[in-house]
């Protein structure tokens, strides 16, 4: 029998240490244990949500522990009580006598009776005592009990205000909604919806797009042959947005030059209708195997993968109706799906700046006369998204900004702009600008 906590910790473990992403290590994992004949709800729950609330979890064992001693705790022994705790706090389904025992018999089984008895002490603590006291400031206050670094609250707050600024903060801490993206090509929206009431699965449709659906039932929906045999693909409702501000047509041509995962350039084809050509360029081969497997899935033809890095592909040419430029970003958008994204790589918005210019220009390249580019992000960031937009506009007096509400409803756009805030629009942050080659 698999220790579902044991493999969490270790997992846990590595990405807190080394700072990589869990979802590898999970999927991994994940079919250990389903072969193993066991549910591996638990690992996913552990995983995510601890990695999620680490820093709100810290703050609550600090207030459990003499603090210079708690400074000087081993980030080994520390994950430990940030599991126990977890279970205590947001598992409702484990009670509280196994979430405890069952971590401290974990510590002792890893790191002795010592180890035990200091992470039993803590849990204990909490219990006698759960209530837990936060600086009224709202910057320091959303940082520890939402569990987001500082400064990056603080950047929101500037933005926002401190209301909305709480509201994203519980959004991205939310447990996510499943977003359906439905195979036109196979089938519709009410269609699917009936035959997801037939199964006792209850879905809804989105009020931003017809081809998409809502549901809180991800297990049952993942594992249903529907989805097997094509009818449907998971993909957030912003993402299946910044496909429509592009609009594609039958018998174009269109260049998706950073296509991982793969989610634009099959909903792009699925459009299309399996004419015309969509070349989905990605320097990942794993990640051009994925799109080629979703694209086998949902039955495309008209969808064509190539693993090289965008900056070398080519010949460079004015060659397609569209390009559409879905660049690496800060990735604020994403922090509910995401977990270790709030912690990784928010200082490096320089480098992402720079590349992202680059994307530009290399997108223009390849835009024909008449034809259209497309640049999106996954993040609500002003300098990596109009920032951008406006500087290459500046740049490059052939090409101007197509009104974004002419094509998609004024409830998901600004200032001519495609912008989805996960507060307003119950979705993923994104932002897309769709651009006109004039000559």
Request: proline fraction near 4%; hydrophobic fraction near 40%; charge should be positive.
């Amino acid at each position: 029998m698999i220790n579902v906590r044991l493999e969490a910790y270790k997992i846990i473990l590595k990405v807190l240490s080394k700072q990589i992403f869990s979802d590898k290590l999970l999927s991994v994992m994940r079919k250990k244990i389903q072969d193993a004949g066991e549910d591996s709800q638990l690992l996913y729950v552990l995983v995510k949500g601890i990695i999620k609330m680490r820093k709100n979890l810290e703050f609550i064992a600090s207030c459990h522990t003499e603090s210079s001693k708690w400074q000087n705790t081993n980030i080994k022994f520390k994950i430990l009580i940030y599991i126990g705790l977890y279970q205590l706090i947001h598992c409702d389904g484990i009670p509280e006598h196994a979430a405890v025992n069952e971590t401290v018999n974990l510590a002792k089984k890893l790191y002795g009776e010592k180890i035990g008895n200091f992470v039993n002490a803590v849990l204990r603590s909490y219990l006698r005592n759960s209530k837990i006291e936060y600086p009224v400031n709202p910057q320091d206050r959303f940082a520890l009990q939402y569990s987001f670094p500082e400064d990056l609250i603080a950047d929101w707050i500037e933005r926002w205000g401190a209301e909305k600024t709480e509201s994203l903060c519980q959004y991205f801490n939310a447990v996510p909604r499943l977003h359906i993206r439905v195979n036109s090509m196979a089938t519709n929206r009410n269609k699917l919806i009936e035959y997801f009431a037939r199964r006792n699965i209850i879905v809804e449709g989105s009020p931003a797009s017809q081809n998409m659906l809502l549901s809180d039932q991800a297990r049952e929906i993942l594992s249903d042959v529907a989805f097997t045999e094509g009818y449907y693909s998971i993909q957030d409702t912003s993402a299946a947005l910044v496909v429509e501000l592009m609009k594609p047509q039958m018998q174009e041509s269109v260049l998706d030059l950073f296509a991982a995962p793969g989610g634009k350039a099959t909903y792009t084809a699925e459009l299309m209708a399996n004419t015309g050509e969509v070349i989905a360029i990605d320097k990942s081969p794993n990640k051009i195997k994925k799109i080629k497997q979703a694209s086998e899935r949902l039955k495309l033809v008209n969808l064509r993968e190539q693993a090289i890095d965008a900056f070398n592909f080519g010949p460079v040419a004015p060659a397609y109706d569209k390009v559409l430029l879905d660049v690496p970003c800060s990735g604020w958008g994403v922090f509910q799906k995401k977990a270790e994204l709030r912690w990784q790589e928010n200082q490096e918005i320089p480098k992402l700046l720079k590349l992202q210019e680059s994307a530009l220009k290399l997108g223009a390249s390849f835009t024909n006369v008449g034809g259209f580019l497309i640049y999106s992000t996954c993040t609500m960031n002003e300098p990596e998204n109009e920032g951008q937009v406006e500087k290459f506009l500046a740049k490059n007096r052939n090409f101007k900004l197509i009104p974004a509400n002419s094509v998609i409803g004024n409830n998901f756009t600004a200032n001519g702009y495609l912008k989805t805030l996960p507060f307003e629009h119950n979705m993923d942050g994104a932002f897309a600008a769709k651009m006109q080659r004039m000559k």
